[in-house]
């Protein structure tokens, strides 16, 4: 079963805008991790964010975390067109020995238009 | 991509007929785990590995078995293919913080 639902599940904006994509899950977190998907490869962890964490930046990315909601945001500001990928929210639960069973999303696809 | 090698990368295959993928790390990392990532389901995990020997079930794992003899290979077994077990296959490892992915392998069931 899927805890993390990943809000839109398709996105397409234009080069220099910004793009937030919401991740919503079900149960109690220990962290919350985003990943990004290019077409045809595995994916590439991109940030963490634990539960006790409100808001997290790495270069043009910020994540926000509200626990009391249960969902997560993911911003990419100034986008390019290699932003193009789809991207993945996947939840830590507590009591499960850290990244051992995460809980994936579904995914958005972003596409960056040029 | 970090480290990791999946084998083969691409595999068609009949029906009936046993499969074995493979993972090959060089991070020494502890956990291991296999997923199958399918359109409308996103990423499942078939199964995964705390340790040399020490595996664990994960919610696909009906008609797969895994084999860990050494800390840095994960093998995933389908004993009989079937179609529905057309997907591609991730391979990914973690030291416990986040997880790394191997570049898939795509199978197809005829």
């Known amino acids: 079963s899927q805890q993390g639902e990943e809000d839109p599940q398709a996105l397409s904006i234009q080069e220099g805008e910004n793009a937030t994509m919401n991740c919503s899950y079900k149960t109690s977190i220990n962290n919350l991790q985003w990943y990004r998907q290019n077409s045809g490869r595995g994916l590439v962890h991109l940030i963490l964010i634990r539960s006790n964490e409100r808001e997290k930046h790495s270069g043009r990315l910020r994540v926000t975390l509200d626990t009391s909601k249960k969902s997560s945001s993911l911003l990419i500001t100034a986008s390019r067109a290699a932003d193009t990928a789809s991207y993945f929210c996947?939840?830590?639960?507590?009591?499960?020995?850290?990244?051992?069973?995460?809980?994936w999303g579904l995914g958005t696809s972003l596409a960056v238009n040029p | 991509d970090a480290g990791i090698t999946q084998s083969p990368r691409h595999k068609v295959t009949e029906t009936g007929t046993p499969v074995t993928l493979r993972c090959h790390q060089t991070?020494?990392?502890?956990?291991m785990y296999w997923y199958r990532q399918d359109p409308g389901h996103g990423l499942r995990l078939i199964h995964y590995?705390?340790?040399?020997?020490?595996?664990d079930k994960g919610e696909v794992s009906d008609g797969y078995s895994v084999s860990r003899s050494k800390t840095e290979d994960f093998l995933l077994t389908l004993e009989s293919a079937t179609s529905s077990q057309t997907s591609v296959y991730f391979c990914a490892i973690s030291d416990g913080k986040w997880v790394s992915f191997g570049s898939g392998t795509q199978l197809s069931v005829l």
């Open positions: 996947a939840t830590g639960s507590p009591g499960a020995g850290n990244n051992r069973k995460l809980i």
């Open positions: 590995s705390y340790g040399v020997k020490d595996t």
């Open positions: 991070e020494n990392h502890r956990y």
